[in-house]
T-cell receptor, first 112, second 115 residues
Framework: QKEVEQDPGPLSVPEGAIVSLNCTYSNSAFQYFMWYRQYSRKGPELLMY????GNKEDGRFTAQVDKSSKYISLFIRDSQPSDSATYLC????????????FGSGTRLSIRP | DGGITQSPKYLFRKEGQNVTLSCEQNLNHDAMYWYRQDPGQGLRLIYY???????QKGDIAEGYSVSREKKESFPLTVTSAQKNPTAFYLC??????????????FGEGSRLTVL
């Protein structure tokens, strides 16, 4: 079993829809949770970062962490075609931990 | 502009040849990483280095080698021993002195194709 599981998609939704992306994990020691966005043929870039449980909002993006269920989510409101990308969840035990564990990524497409 | 530069962007290699992928960063970051990305498998860690002249194997180090002679540079050699080298390779760096996330900063990647 992988430490981090993520549905690879692809996920296709119409412009303006609310998108929900999710990951589950098995290691209860994870405390730092990240979402990276990767456009085609580019390197990933950090989109959202959350420590421990709770919600964090940044514009149209909301990250949620439920440590009791070992489940994290990224919500995108009012989705735009420019949001079309692969979204990777990532996590580690502490902020300076050498190894960050990545999910396999979900490919998202927003239809105009 | 500060960032991570990977070269070449695209590389073709014949079976049995070694190739070296370059990674340079001017962010003054301590740690550097090499990841391999295959469709549907996310990012898998090949090697990482936290200080100059020291590096550790990641999850899939077999068939790869690295060096860290300078803080700014972390080249990756894909040797002929790597059985399935065709992939997208990503270099990343991070600072352990920065407050906050200690996020990974990635280069644009190098796509290696073995013919």
């Amino acid at each position: 079993q992988k430490e981090v599981e993520q549905d690879p998609g692809p996920l296709s939704v119409p412009e303006g829809a609310i998108v929900s992306l999710n990951c589950t994990y098995s290691n209860s020691a994870f405390q730092y949770f990240m979402w990276y966005r990767q456009y085609s043929r580019k390197g990933p870039e950090l989109l959202m970062y959350t420590y421990s449980s709770g919600n964090k909002e940044d514009g149209r993006f909301t990250a949620q962490v439920d440590k009791s269920s070992k489940y994290i989510s990224l919500f995108i409101r009012d989705s735009q075609p420019s949001d079309s990308a692969t979204y990777l969840c990532a996590m580690n035990r502490y902020s300076s931990a050498s190894k960050i564990i990545f999910g396999s990524g979900t490919r998202l497409s927003i239809r105009p | 502009d500060g960032g991570i530069t990977q070269s070449p962007k695209y590389l073709f290699r014949k079976e049995g040849q070694n190739v070296t992928l370059s990674c340079e960063q001017n962010l003054n970051h301590d740690a550097m990483y090499w990841y391999r990305q295959d469709p549907g498998q996310g990012l898998r860690l090949i090697y990482y280095s936290q200080i100059v002249n020291d590096f550790q194997k990641g999850d899939i180090a077999e068939g790869y080698s690295v060096s860290r002679e300078k803080k700014e540079s972390f080249p990756l050699t894909v040797t002929s021993a790597q059985k399935n080298p065709t992939a997208f390779y990503l270099c990343a760096s991070r600072s352990f002195r920065a407050t906050g996330t200690g996020e990974l900063f990635f280069g644009e990647g190098s796509r290696l194709t073995v013919l």
